[in-house]
């Protein structure tokens, strides 16, 4: 079984900076994309950014310039800098995993974190 924890969310002032991070835990064979999304109140959940091995980084035009998304050193763990933030930030912060374990490539989701970016 593979499970993905977040941390690192919190409440910050606007043009602050936080830095999440994702790590995958589990029989893991291969982590093959990480992703951040976010789900603000009454809104759908939207996309973030990725990091593809070995496509490379991908991000919404919303975060573009002032978030980076990077892995670590064990490739199961994914980090977002968020500099430069917004009230408009705000939501739980969700990592998704698309993963390999032995058969199929299977997408796992993490129980999120809650971001606040006061005004």
């Known amino acids: 079984q593979v499970q993905l924890v977040e941390s690192g969310g919190g409440l910050v002032q606007a043009g602050g900076s936080l830095r999440l991070s994702c790590t995958a835990s589990?029989?893991?064979?291969?982590?093959?994309?990480m992703e951040w999304y976010r789900q603000a109140p009454g809104k759908q959940r939207e996309f973030v950014a990725s990091?593809?091995?070995?496509?490379?980084?991908n991000y919404a035009d919303s975060v573009k310039g002032r978030f980076t998304i990077s892995r670590g050193n064990t490739k199961s763990t994914v980090y977002l800098q968020m500099n430069s933030l917004k009230p408009e930030d705000t939501g739980v912060y969700y990592c998704?995993?698309?993963?390999?374990?032995?058969?199929?490539?299977?997408?796992?989701w993490g129980q999120g974190t809650q971001v606040t970016v006061a005004s």
């Open positions: 998704n995993a698309v993963i390999t374990s032995g058969g199929p490539q299977t997408t796992y």
């Open positions: 589990g029989s893991i064979l291969m982590t093959n994309l």
């Open positions: 990091f593809n091995d070995p496509l490379g980084t």
